[in-house]
C-alpha cells in the first residue's frame, strides 16, 4: 500500500504569492493532519481533518487554511507569503485522527 | 497546555555504543499519549512507538527500547548497540485525549560514526 503522498515536494514562491500544497492520505485514513517545521525546530500543529470536517487548529493567522475532500485528501493553502513561511510541510493520515499519525515526506517551501 | 522538553540537541556515538534520548513532559490531562518519531535526512517522520498514559510498561523492540516513568514525568528511548543507519533526529511527541495536535519537543540530532 502506498504511504503518505505529498505535492509537490519542493516549491519557491514569491512574498505575498498564494501557494498549495496537496496530501494523499494512506488508503482507509479518514483523517489528515498538516504541521509546519520551521529549520532546527519540531513540528508545530497547523490543523487536522477527520471526514471533511475541520477538527482542530493550531496557532496559525487566518492566512492558512485547509480543506479535506470527499475521497479524504486534503488541501493546505498559504495566502500572502511571508519569508517565515519558508519551512517543511508535513503531512500525516490516520485512521480516526486519535491513533497513529503516518507522516509523508514533506513539501519544502522556499519564500523569496 | 503541553509541552516537551529533549533538553539533547546533539549527541555524537560511535557504532554499537547504547545511547539514551532524554523525553520530559508536561500535561494537565490524565489521559494521553507519548510518541517517538525518527526523522532521517529524507525529512519523513517515521513512527516508533505510541504509550498511553496508563500503561507503564517498559517496551522492547529490537534495538529500541522506551522507559515511562509517570513520576518524573519521563519518557525516554534507549537503542542498544548502535549503527550508522540510526543517525537522524528523534523527535518526542505528546497529544491529549482528543489525540489530534501533536505536540514536538525540539528534537535530538544523533550520529552514529563508524
Known amino acids: 500500500d502506498a504511504g503518505v503522498t505529498q505535492s509537490p515536494t519542493h516549491l519557491i514562491k514569491t512574498r505575498g504569492q498564494h501557494v498549495t500544497l496537496r496530501c494523499s492520505p494512506i488508503?482507509?485514513?479518514?483523517?489528515v493532519s498538516w504541521y509546519q517545521q520551521v529549520l532546527g525546530q519540531g513540528p508545530q500543529f497547523i490543523f487536522q481533518?477527520?471526514?471533511?470536517?475541520?477538527?482542530g487548529r493550531g496557532n496559525f493567522p487566518d492566512r492558512f487554511s485547509a480543506r479535506q475532500f470527499p475521497n479524504y485528501s486534503s488541501e493546505l493553502n498559504v495566502n500572502a507569503l511571508l519569508l517565515g513561511d519558508s519551512a517543511l510541510y508535513l503531512c500525516a493520515s490516520s485512521l480516526f485522527g486519535d491513533t497513529e499519525a503516518f507522516f509523508g515526506q514533506g513539501t519544502r517551501l522556499t519564500v523569496v | 497546555a503541553q509541552k516537551v522538553t529533549q533538553a539533547q540537541t546533539e549527541i555524537s556515538v560511535v557504532e554499537k555504543e547504547d545511547v539514551t534520548l532524554d523525553c520530559v513532559y508536561e500535561t494537565r490531562d490524565t489521559t494521553y499519549y507519548l510518541f517517538w518519531y525518527k526523522q532521517p535526512p529524507s525529512g519523513e517522520l517515521v513512527f516508533l512507538i505510541r504509550r498511553n498514559s496508563f500503561d507503564e510498561q517498559n517496551e522492547i523492540s529490537g534495538r529500541y527500547s522506551w522507559n515511562f516513568q509517570k513520576s518524573t514525568s519521563s519518557f525516554n528511548f534507549t537503542i542498544t548497540a548502535s549503527q550508522v543507519v540510526d543517525s537522524a533526529v528523534y523527535f518526542c511527541?505528546?497529544?491529549?485525549?482528543?489525540?489530534?495536535?501533536?505536540?514536538f519537543g525540539k528534537g535530538t540530532s544523533l550520529l552514529v560514526t563508524p
Open positions: 488508503s482507509g485514513h479518514k483523517s
Open positions: 481533518y477527520y471526514e471533511k470536517e475541520e477538527r
Open positions: 511527541a505528546l497529544t491529549g485525549y482528543s489525540g489530534y495536535a501533536l505536540n
